[in-house]
């Protein structure tokens, strides 16, 4: 267990909705990660929050969004979905930011468009 | 973002050590080698980082190279839970995922 939870673990909608994914980080740690991972691609980070405020983009799409709020939780919301989302989202987490910081992820939230 | 070249994949046989590389050639000074492990449908797993120096711990040995264009992760004596796809990332300010090497583990 890594100490970073995420829910739900499996979700199952169809096109054209809008899905909220959450992240609740290690205890203590500040930054948080997003990655999208399909059955056709590698893991692809999205976004990466510290302390609240966003600190590195990815290959995010516009039709997805995310923040971390006062309590260091984190969202990923995506809208106007397509059967090409359908994917497994990563969440990660570390103290900081530095290079040398340990970053932990989570078991993943399981999304099925259909 | 420093970029990696890692094998597609390798085989081990169970309890032999397994040597698996990595070159990354454009890695700045102050980036950390991170080194990260994936089983089928679950998140990557931590297994190792270094900066200079060779580090342990229990679950791998980090071998850097002296200029650091490259590194060696060393898993002593594999067993079949070791199978997963092996990711060496140079971390910048964003931790990018390459393809990665599979290891495979025979019984």
């Known amino acids: 267990d890594s100490g970073v939870t995420q829910t739900p673990k499996h979700l199952i909608t169809a096109t054209g909705q809008r899905v909220t994914l959450r992240c609740s980080p290690r205890s203590g740690d500040l930054s948080v990660y997003w990655y999208q991972q399909s059955l056709d691609q590698g893991l692809q980070f999205l976004i990466q929050?510290?302390?609240?405020?966003?600190?590195a983009k990815g290959n995010i799409l516009e039709r997805f969004s995310a923040q971390q709020f006062p309590d260091l939780h984190s969202e990923l919301n995506l809208s106007s979905l397509e059967l090409g989302d359908s994917a497994l989202y990563f969440c990660a987490s570390s103290i900081g930011v530095a290079s040398g910081n340990t970053i932990y992820f989570g078991e993943g939230s399981w999304l099925t468009v259909v | 973002d420093a970029k990696t070249t890692q094998p597609n994949s390798m085989e081990s046989n169970e309890e032999e050590p397994v040597h698996l590389p990595c070159n990354h050639s454009t890695i700045s000074g102050t980036d950390y080698i991170h080194w990260y492990r994936q089983l089928p449908s679950q998140g990557p797993e931590y297994v190792i980082h270094g900066l200079t120096s060779n580090v342990n711990n229990r679950m791998a040995s980090l071998a850097i190279a002296e200029d650091r264009k490259s590194s060696t992760l060393i898993l002593h004596r594999a067993t079949l839970r070791d199978a997963a796809v092996y990711y060496c990332?140079?971390?910048?300010?964003?931790?990018?995922f390459g393809t990665g090497t599979r290891l495979q583990v025979f019984p």
């Open positions: 929050y510290y302390n609240g405020e966003e600190r």
């Open positions: 990332i140079p971390y910048t300010d964003k931790l990018i």
